[in-house]
């Protein structure tokens, strides 16, 4: 699986959108985007993934670069319960583990 | 319909001891995967059951072990417990698991291991 760089942590004011980036600039052709996010003391919870083309659902929108070496995860409205820790993993279908590596630490402040 | 379960969701154990640690995932999933999780190493892959076969295995010794039953429960055991065992145990549940496709993970709340 590809290696994807995240910066450490972020701030973000509750209301406004988060915008998460990703560095994956090894990705090959069959590999997908996946973001998780882990609030403090739960599980990692499954929030969107991608191939080329841009996707929204109910929780954030994943907009992928055309070459695909980087991706942000938009949360359109953060609030303060969206504090956490946001994974971005990059596999394809040989892989059978998810690659958390240390992922980018958003704090929402009021 | 009801998540991923784990119990119990706390344990304390001694040097030496073994643990066995449950895990339910949601109805209709076959294939579950275990991950341990410190504040150093971070997440790390333990090993995937699909349809009560171990699939895949991390890069973990042998005191490391797991089972899953044919309702698809799963259980990991660890003996000789070492200090450096303590860590938060997260089951991840999916339908059909990763090997060979595509699938988006369902974790537990995970169990909290201290081992004094």
């Known amino acids: 699986d590809a290696k994807t760089t995240q910066p450490t942590s972020m701030d973000c004011a509750e209301g406004r959108a988060a915008n998460l980036p990703c560095n994956h600039s090894?990705?090959?052709?069959?590999?997908?985007v996946y973001w998780y996010r882990q609030i403090h003391s739960q599980g990692p919870q499954y929030i969107i993934h991608g191939l080329k083309n841009n996707e929204t659902n109910e929780m954030a929108s994943l907009i992928i670069t055309e070459d695909r070496k980087s991706s942000t995860l938009i949360l359109p409205h953060a609030t303060l319960r969206d504090t956490a820790v946001y994974y971005c993993i990059v596999r394809g279908n040989s892989g059978y583990a998810l690659n958390f590596g240390k992922g980018t630490s958003l704090l929402v402040t009021p | 319909k009801a998540g991923v379960t784990q119990t119990p969701r706390y344990l304390i154990k001694t040097r030496g001891q073994q643990v066995t640690l449950s895990c339910s995932p949601i109805?209709?999933?076959?294939?579950v995967s275990w991950y341990q999780q410190t504040p150093g190493q971070g997440l790390q892959f333990l090993f995937e059951?699909?349809?009560?076969?171990?699939?895949n295995k991390g890069n973990f010794p042998g005191r490391f072990s797991g089972r899953q039953f044919s309702n698809s429960r799963s259980e990991m055991n660890v003996s000789t417990l070492e200090l450096g065992d303590s860590a938060l145990y997260l089951c991840?549940?999916?339908?059909?698991?990763?090997?060979?496709?595509?699938?988006?993970?369902?974790f537990g709340q995970g169990t909290r291991l201290t081992v004094v």
């Open positions: 059951y699909f349809s009560e076969t171990q699939r």
């Open positions: 090894t990705i090959s052709g069959n590999e997908y």
């Open positions: 109805s209709g999933h076959r294939s």
């Open positions: 991840a549940s999916s339908l059909l698991g990763f090997t060979g496709g595509l699938a988006e993970a369902f």
